[in-house]
């Protein structure tokens, strides 16, 4: 994954190695964003940005299934009940951000199956 300017979706085309190639689905990454609510909510409605609530719009009416994918926490459900926080990427170094690459990797693994690849 990038860690850019920006939050950022990622539409990925992943298929389980226990489907056939044809039975693939979409799936989706939408970033964090920095304005959250004060107060514990699921992950889906934690960020308030008109950015992060245009990307949710959006992977929930064209992927089978999406996920937020945290500073803090990585790969989260939509449903994942998440305590506000005031973490980025952009202030972790070289090796941090790799740990947490490398981590959200394993948690798509667990997610959706082995997704490979390299961080």
């Known amino acids: 994954m990038v860690v850019g300017r920006t939050c950022l979706v990622a ?3 992943s298929a389980r190695r226990t489907r056939p190639w044809w039975l693939s689905f979409e ?3 939408v970033g964090c964003v920095k304005a ?12 308030v940005s008109t950015l992060f609530t245009g990307r949710r719009r959006y992977v929930e009416r064209t992927c089978d299934r999406w996920f937020v994918l945290s500073a803090k926490r990585g790969l ?9 926080y005031d973490e980025t990427l952009k202030t972790k170094g070289r ?5 947490w690459s490398e981590s959200v990797l394993e948690q798509l693994d667990t997610a959706l199956g082995e997704v490979g690849g390299t961080t």
Do not use: C, F, G, H
């Open 11 to 13: 539409a990925i085309r």
């Open 27 to 29: 799936s989706a990454w």
């Open 36 to 47: 959250k609510r004060t107060t514990a909510s699921p992950a889906e409605d934690l960020y």
């Open 76 to 84: 989260l459900e939509p449903t994942a009940l998440v305590e506000p």
């Open 95 to 99: 090796l941090e951000r790799r740990r």
